[in-house]
């Protein structure tokens, strides 16, 4: 029997909190989950959204610049998209800071504005909600009739079907039915390392070891696996 998918139950997302220590930039890390970096009240709109657009092309990492309640400016430096959409509301903030791409002067307001911050991450992240930090779904989605047709049958050796080896770094590739809920037909994609591109802003270095939120296939279990994007908090300069 074919197994569906958990539904979650339908929300009013307007009525969801949000921090409200406006301006800042809200790095999208993983489903539901932000860094947020407090900009200065004083600089102008336009200097606001050109330090979101260099902070997600060093991070590689979707933003959105938050200066009221009403709305969010959103940059994707993947696909060099923008949007305007409603703010991030009651995301997950863990602790741990992404490298701004250039300094920040402290002032009193922005001290302020940052205890704020603190305060509301304590309240967002009860026992056990910083440790949620994966995607369920792998940034898959639910396999069409066609494709579960195509992917059904795995290749030689159990590899599953429509996967291939990068010519560059000899890793896995492509898209697959996913492996650790076989009963449910659902398409992931999986990365080789080739397809990291997260760095930074501070060092250039690589902010994990393999592209954030993306997919691995162990040759060691047959299994795909997740990369959090949270992960990057855990970086550290060679510098510091």
């Keep these: 029997m074919e197994l569906e998918p958990a539904v979650a139950p339908r929300i009013d997302i307007g009525k969801l909190p949000y921090f409200n220590g406006f301006p800042y930039l809200a790095t999208r890390l993983a489903s539901a989950v932000y860094h947020i970096r407090l900009l200065p009240s004083e600089w102008s709109r336009d200097a606001q959204w050109d330090f979101a657009q260099r902070q997600a092309g060093a991070n590689g990492l979707p933003v959105c610049l938050v200066r009221d309640a009403e709305r969010g400016e959103f940059f994707d430096p993947e696909t060099g998209s923008t949007q305007i959409a409603g703010i991030p509301r009651a995301g ?44 369920w779904k792998k940034g898959g989605r639910r396999a069409t009739p066609e494709e579960r047709e195509r992917l059904r049958e795995p290749q030689a050796g159990g590899l599953p079907a429509g996967l291939a080896r990068c010519p560059e770094c000899g890793e896995w590739k492509g898209e697959c039915l996913d492996t650790l809920v076989p009963e449910v037909p659902w398409v992931v994609r999986v990365s080789c390392r080739c397809e990291n591109r997260n760095r930074c802003a501070g060092c250039g270095g690589l902010l994990g070891e393999r592209k954030l939120n993306s997919n691995e296939y162990s040759e060691a279990d047959g299994k795909i696996w997740h990369c959090g994007g949270a992960v990057a908090l855990a970086h550290r300069c060679p510098s510091c």
Excluded: H, K, S
């Excluded at 002067?105 to 304590?122: F, K, V």
């Design 92 to 135: 997950i903030l863990p602790p741990g800071e992404l490298v701004a791409v250039e300094g920040i002067p402290e002032t009193p307001e922005l001290r302020a504005r940052a205890e704020a911050l603190r305060e509301y991450q304590r309240e967002r992240n009860g026992p056990g909600t910083v440790g949620v930090i994966g995607d």
